[in-house]
């Protein structure tokens, strides 16, 4: 499994909202509120680097592609959004 | 007297040069993400190297499955790369910076498009260059601008 490419997808919870959208009967308009910055690392690799706009959909779903490391491996995801609320989730990648 | 319009025409002389030099480098960089469809097409990049797969016709304009695959051309690197939507609200959908660069990168996330329209991807080569793809998509719910 060691040197294999795996498969990583990544569903960050967030309703991207736009700024566009009419609530409450088409009066006024909710506020824009998107995540900005999504880091996604292997260890200490940054794997994606992505500034995101109002064009991802609400709920973004990264998939990106990592070599199997020897050794312990940690995917992480550290997101930031416009309102400067942060998150952050780790899972250990594990080889046979 | 006669030195008058010496100075004025060498002072005037002056001045276009250094709004020449201040707007020269404003040119060379050109900001993608703000431009439309026509002046993108008309950039002329180089349309290879960017495999890109997204649905000709979307369920809805609110998630769009898209999927990435760029392989940048021998001895290069690709640095970044941005998902322009020229005909959404705001065209810069994604921007993606490699801080170790790669020679092939893929990737899939999910966008939103506010009508029909093409989306580009163009990557930057470590040399400066860009490669990028096009493909259009049909979209019948547009996302961005429903009052839902």
Redesign the interface.
């Known amino acids: 499994m060691v040197g294999q490419q795996v498969e990583v997808k990544v569903l960050i919870g967030h309703p991207m909202e736009?700024g566009?959208?009419?609530g409450d009967g088409?009066n006024e308009r909710i506020p824009k509120n998107i995540i900005d910055k999504v880091t996604i690392r292997l260890n200490q690799?940054?794997i994606?680097?992505?500034?995101?706009?109002?064009?991802?959909?609400?709920n973004?779903?990264?998939?990106?592609?990592v070599t199997v490391p020897s050794g312990a491996a940690m995917i992480s995801v550290d997101w930031e959004d416009d309102q400067g609320v942060k998150g952050r989730a780790e899972k250990l990648l594990v080889s046979t | 007297m006669m030195k008058e319009p010496l100075l004025k025409r060498t002072f005037l002389k002056q001045m276009t040069v250094l709004i020449g030099a201040m707007l020269s480098p404003c040119l060379m960089a050109i900001e993608t993400s703000s431009l439309s469809e026509k002046q993108l097409k008309a950039l002329n990049l180089k349309q290879e190297g960017v495999v890109l797969d997204l649905p000709p016709l979307a369920d809805t304009g609110?998630?769009?499955p898209f999927?990435i695959q760029i392989q940048a051309p021998r001895q290069q690197l690709i640095q970044s790369f941005e998902?322009i939507?020229p005909e959404?609200?705001?065209?810069?959908?994604?921007?993606?910076?490699?801080?170790?660069p790669k020679s092939n990168y893929?990737?899939?996330?999910?966008?939103?498009?506010a009508m029909s329209q093409n989306v580009w991807v163009i990557a930057q080569l470590s040399d400066g260059s860009k490669i990028s793809g096009v493909i259009p998509s049909v979209v019948t719910l547009n996302a961005?601008?429903?009052?839902?």
């Not at chain 2, 961005?144 to 839902?148: E, G, I, P, S």
Request: proline residues 7%; charged residues 15%.
């Open positions: 736009t566009y959208r009419l088409g690799e940054i994606l680097q992505a500034e995101l706009g109002t064009g991802i959909a609400a973004p779903l990264f998939s990106v592609f | 609110n998630s769009i999927s998902i939507a959404n609200p705001n065209p810069l959908v994604l921007k993606v910076t490699l801080p170790n893929r990737m899939a996330t999910r966008i939103r498009l961005c601008f429903d009052a839902t």
